[in-house]
């Protein structure tokens, strides 16, 4: 379900908002309305008890119940009169007249007294009587006037007013919300337009700008943008000359590590050492168990590697995938190693999980690899200590550890140790871990080196396998 715009959101608000409002309005509208009808209505009932309770007097001193049927009916004739009762002060009923009315009744009563100052107005005192009864200063009570009269007109007049205010209402809510629609149309039409180029934006049309609007604050922020985005273009241009210019520089350091390894490393140390050798076994029959062809053909063996670990890094690999057996490969490793450093006190543990675990691979290249991290790691454990290989396979990922009990890694390092040229030893061309790196990475696989505990590292390789 696609989520509702700012417009409809804004539009759907302020009607509610306008609504609710009205709503209220006229609630308490109605609810004054009927307080103000009540009372005057019954101000008006209590009028007309008072002007019988006047009239009744003198007919309620001498029993005068025809008088008083009279009096009563003319009261009845009222639209809203449903009862009218006449009592003497004993409580007797002289009259009681009364109609069928629809709706609820109330009754309002007033006392019948005989005035000994005929200068009183009964229709304005209000006062009681030791027995309970309305009683004025100067007169005796004589009598009651009870009247009985409905609401039913004044409720079905609140009801009318009622729907006429909820129409008013609604159409009020309905002219209210077409006037904010189109007050709030052309705000949320430009900020759309931001929106829209904030996505361009987004998917890298760095060249869209915003028109600036008619309102003034959208106009403002328009031109914020506009400039911001001009900040950023200037920003990004910026970065991309220091970036070609850092990748300048970087290709110029690296062709001069290049040249000046290949000048001092390679051209005059092995020309040198060859021409020598040749002459010297030559000239002197000398075999290589003699100390100085020893030492020759020793730099010469490590010039060649040298060379060879830079080539091969350098130069661009395609590795070739066929499904090759990693526990098979790995122990051929580890049985070559130890044949190659059999004299070295070093011994390599080694824990190999149990089945087949095949995958595509191109064996040469992850060979070359593993064995330049098993080499770093009897590079570091030196003339004496042990090296631990560990593997195995878990969730259709190949685990291979290789752990040493040298001196570790300084940590400041732990970040450099994969990078081409980087090393530590004085012999070490800095090429071995990179082109781990690189291999395991061609494989779509993850390499990570890190301290142990209780001194020595730990590299971590993990590959994607299919386990038979």
């Given at each position: 379900m696609?989520?509702?715009?700012?417009?409809?959101?804004l539009?759907?608000?302020?009607?509610?908002?306008?609504?609710?409002?009205?709503?209220i309005?006229?609630?308490?509208?109605?609810?004054?309305?009927?307080?103000?009808?009540?009372?005057?209505?019954?101000?008006?009932?209590?009028f007309?008890?008072?002007?019988?309770a006047l009239?009744?007097?003198?007919?309620?001193?001498?029993?005068?119940?025809?008088?008083?049927?009279v009096?009563?009916?003319?009261?009845?004739?009222?639209?809203?009169?449903?009862?009218v009762?006449?009592?003497d002060?004993?409580?007797?009923?002289?009259?009681?007249?009364?109609?069928?009315?629809?709706?609820?009744l109330?009754?309002?009563?007033?006392?019948?007294t005989?005035?000994?100052?005929?200068g009183e107005?009964i229709?304005?005192q209000?006062?009681?009587?030791?027995?309970?009864k309305y009683?004025?200063?100067?007169?005796?009570?004589?009598?009651?006037?009870?009247?009985?009269?409905?609401?039913?007109?004044i409720?079905?007049?609140?009801?009318?007013?009622?729907?006429?205010?909820?129409?008013?209402?609604?159409?009020?809510?309905?002219?209210?919300?077409?006037?904010?629609?189109?007050?709030?149309r052309?705000?949320?039409?430009?900020v759309?337009?931001?929106?829209?180029?904030?996505?361009?934006?987004?998917?890298?049309?760095?060249e869209v700008?915003?028109r600036?609007?008619?309102?003034?604050?959208?106009?403002?922020?328009?031109?914020?943008?506009?400039?911001?985005?001009?900040?950023?273009?200037?920003?990004?241009?910026?970065?991309?000359?220091?970036?070609?210019?850092?990748?300048k520089?970087?290709?110029?350091?690296?062709?001069?590590?290049?040249?000046?390894?290949?000048?001092?490393?390679?051209?005059?140390?092995?020309?040198?050492?060859k021409?020598?050798?040749?002459?010297?076994?030559?000239?002197?029959?000398?075999?290589?168990k003699?100390?100085?062809?020893?030492?020759?053909?020793?730099?010469?063996?490590?010039?060649?590697?040298?060379?060879?670990?830079?080539?091969?890094?350098?130069?661009?690999?395609?590795?070739?995938?066929?499904s090759?057996?990693?526990?098979?490969?790995?122990?051929s490793?580890?049985?070559?190693?130890?044949?190659q450093?059999?004299?070295?006190?070093?011994?390599i543990?080694?824990?190999v999980?149990?089945?087949?675990?095949?995958?595509?691979?191109?064996?040469?290249?992850?060979?070359?690899?593993?064995?330049?991290?098993?080499?770093?790691?009897?590079?570091?454990?030196?003339?004496?200590?042990?090296?631990?290989?560990?593997?195995l396979?878990?969730?259709?990922?190949?685990?291979?550890e290789?752990?040493?009990?040298?001196?570790?890694?300084?940590?400041?390092?732990?970040?450099?140790?994969?990078?081409?040229?980087?090393?530590?030893?004085?012999?070490?061309?800095?090429?071995?871990?990179?082109f781990?790196?690189?291999?395991?990475?061609m494989?779509?696989?993850?390499?990570?080196?890190e301290?142990?505990?209780?001194?020595?590292?730990?590299?971590?390789?993990?590959?994607?396998?299919?386990?038979?």
């Amino acid at each position: 379900m696609k989520t509702p715009g700012i417009h409809p959101r804004l539009f759907m608000a302020a009607f509610l908002l306008i609504c609710t409002t009205t709503l209220i309005l006229d609630v308490l509208g109605v609810r004054i309305t009927r307080e103000f009808m009540h009372k005057r209505f019954n101000d008006r009932i209590m009028f007309l008890a008072r002007y019988l309770a006047l009239n009744s007097e003198v007919g309620v001193l001498i029993g005068d119940r025809q008088g008083l049927n009279v009096l009563a009916l003319n009261l009845l004739g009222e639209e809203d009169v449903a009862r009218v009762v006449i009592l003497d002060d004993q409580g007797n009923h002289l009259v009681d007249q009364k109609r069928e009315v629809p709706g609820p009744l109330s009754i309002v009563k007033t006392p019948v007294t005989f005035k000994k100052n005929r200068g009183e107005n009964i229709l304005f005192q209000d006062s009681r009587t030791p027995f309970g009864k309305y009683k004025q200063p100067g007169e005796d009570f004589i009598g009651e006037v009870h009247v009985s009269f409905t609401t039913y007109g004044i409720e079905q007049l609140i009801k009318e007013i009622t729907f006429k205010f909820i129409w008013f209402s609604m159409g009020l809510a309905v002219v209210a919300g077409i006037v904010f629609y189109f007050i709030s149309r052309p705000i949320v039409k430009e900020v759309k337009q931001l929106a829209v180029t904030a996505r361009q934006v987004g998917r890298g049309d760095m060249e869209v700008r915003v028109r600036p609007g008619k309102i003034p604050e959208t106009r403002s922020l328009a031109l914020d943008f506009n400039a911001m985005l001009d900040s950023l273009v200037k920003s990004r241009d910026a970065f991309d000359r220091v970036n070609q210019e850092m990748i300048k520089q970087k290709s110029l350091a690296e062709v001069g590590k290049f040249s000046l390894m290949v000048a001092h490393e390679v051209k005059n140390p092995l020309a040198i050492i060859k021409s020598s050798l040749d002459i010297l076994k030559k000239d002197h029959h000398l075999s290589s168990k003699n100390t100085m062809v020893s030492y020759m053909e020793d730099e010469i063996w490590r010039l060649n590697q040298l060379i060879e670990d830079f080539l091969l890094f350098a130069r661009p690999i395609k590795p070739t995938f066929r499904s090759v057996d990693l526990k098979a490969m790995l122990l051929s490793i580890v049985e070559r190693f130890e044949i190659q450093q059999s004299k070295a006190p070093g011994q390599i543990k080694l824990a190999v999980s149990s089945g087949l675990m095949d995958a595509k691979a191109d064996r040469d290249l992850l060979t070359r690899a593993l064995s330049n991290i098993i080499k770093n790691a009897y590079d570091a454990v030196g003339d004496s200590g042990w090296i631990e290989i560990r593997s195995l396979c878990r969730d259709n990922i190949w685990i291979v550890e290789v752990i040493d009990n040298g001196n570790g890694i300084e940590p400041y390092h732990l970040k450099k140790v994969f990078e081409p040229f980087f090393t530590t030893r004085s012999k070490g061309t800095g090429l071995g871990l990179a082109f781990a790196a690189q291999v395991v990475k061609m494989h779509g696989g993850d390499i990570t080196a890190e301290n142990r505990e209780g001194g020595g590292s730990i590299f971590r390789v993990k590959l994607p396998v299919k386990q038979v």
